[in-house]
């Protein structure tokens, strides 16, 4: 799957850009403030509904306009696939072959991307939440059923919690609504746990590789107590919320899910978050980002688009070298840099365009 042309008006610093992508790589290079970052948003944009710099719409408008919009051709398993998104007067309209979508989050899953961008150390440092938006976006992207519990789970816990702050709530709403919280919570807690071990083996292959064979990974993923078989999760699940009720009563929220979930990484079996160096972090972030793309590819049949920005800061030039090796001629890849010769050695090998950003504006260097 790969954008083959993309267009923005209005888009931030990208006022009228109407660009051809290779299905390879792709290498966008310029200095501070030309609009890198913004061409990544874009195409994130699409690919997941959201803005991963703002969650305010209008501020992406280009100052003193009213509207952006967006179109993206799409090759997806040979068929092509046009997406629209414009936004203007508080209104957003996505099509997608001319047919509007109701919600955002019905992009996820059509243009399938693995984005790194250089505060990624967050994964590894953030809170939970991070940690669990990054596991959600990549099953949401593999499965659209996975979307469906998630959203599900959430309003059901959203109407336990305000059944809980009520003190004289009825017994068998109450009820209902904990066997549902059950149900929805133990499929995300399966899908985490696969998703997790999955990544945590890809992951571990990339970090050993990055490292030269001197580090290994260990993803943790922390959950209600003890789910070593599939079968023991919604007992567990169950036994903890009959234990925690009372405390729920008190406090006047739900205290056990999967809303609670963390990540928790080990690098040669030590806290990654409490001991790791920063080239340790990025690398570890990098690892993560190859070992979704292995993920989704198992679970879909192709690759997701990559979308990396400013990935080699902080690293040492053989970490670079190493991860440079992992870019796949059949993966679509877009790098934004402040400097591409690094990039252009790798060209020689595999089919590459360059094109060099200045002021909102992309012109082919090379090809
Ligand atoms: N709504 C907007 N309208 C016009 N310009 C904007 C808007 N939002 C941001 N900008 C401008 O876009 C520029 C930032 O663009 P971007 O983050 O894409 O740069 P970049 O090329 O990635 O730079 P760096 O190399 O520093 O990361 C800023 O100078 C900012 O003023
Ligand atoms: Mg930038």
């Not at 996505?94 to 250089?118: A, T």
């Amino acid at each position: 799957m790969h954008i083959s042309e993309l267009k923005a008006k209005n888009f931030r610093l990208l006022k009228d850009i109407d660009i051809e992508l290779n299905s390879g790589m792709n290498i966008f290079f310029g200095p501070n403030a030309q609009g890198k970052t913004t061409l990544l948003e874009a195409i994130r944009l699409i690919s997941t509904g959201r803005s991963f710099i703002t969650n305010t719409l209008k501020e992406i408008i280009t100052f003193e306009n009213d509207h952006f919009f967006l179109k993206a051709n799409i090759l997806q398993n040979y068929l092509p696939v046009e997406i629209k998104f414009g936004f203007g007067e508080s209104k957003k309209i996505i099509q997608v072959n001319s047919k509007p979508l109701k919600n955002l989050s019905d992009l996820i899953g059509i243009v399938d991307s693995v984005l790194f961008v250089p505060d990624d150390f967050n994964l590894v440092t953030g809170s939970p939440e991070i940690k669990r938006r990054y596991i959600d976006i990549q099953l949401s992207q593999a499965k659209n059923e996975y979307l469906e519990n998630l959203k599900a789970y959430n309003k059901v816990l959203k109407n336990r919690n305000a059944l809980l702050k009520n003190r004289n709530y009825n017994k068998n709403e109450m009820q209902t609504w904990t066997e549902e919280l059950l149900k929805y919570g133990t499929l995300i807690i399966m899908e985490r746990k696969k998703s997790v071990s999955n990544l945590n083996k890809f992951a571990n292959e990339y970090l050993s590789i990055i490292s030269g064979n001197k580090e290994n990974l260990k993803i943790d993923y922390k959950t209600i107590g003890d789910i070593e078989t599939d079968a023991n999760i919604k007992n567990q699940f169950r036994i903890l919320m009959e234990k925690t009720h009372q405390s729920e009563q008190k406090l006047g929220f739900t205290l056990i899910g999967p809303h609670k979930d963390n990540l928790e990484f080990y690098i040669n079996n030590i806290n990654a978050k409490k001991f790791a160096s920063r080239g340790q972090l990025k690398s570890i972030s990098i690892a993560l980002k190859f070992a979704e793309a292995d993920n989704l590819k198992l679970l879909k049949g192709y690759y997701p688009l990559f979308l990396f920005d400013d990935i080699f800061s902080e690293l040492d030039e053989t970490r670079k070298d190493n991860i440079l090796s992992f870019i796949k001629e059949e993966q679509q890849t877009i790098i934004v840099s402040t400097n591409h010769n690094r990039f252009v050695s790798q060209s020689n090998k595999k089919d590459c365009c360059i094109f060099e950003m200045s002021n909102g504006k992309i012109s082919l260097n090379s090809r």
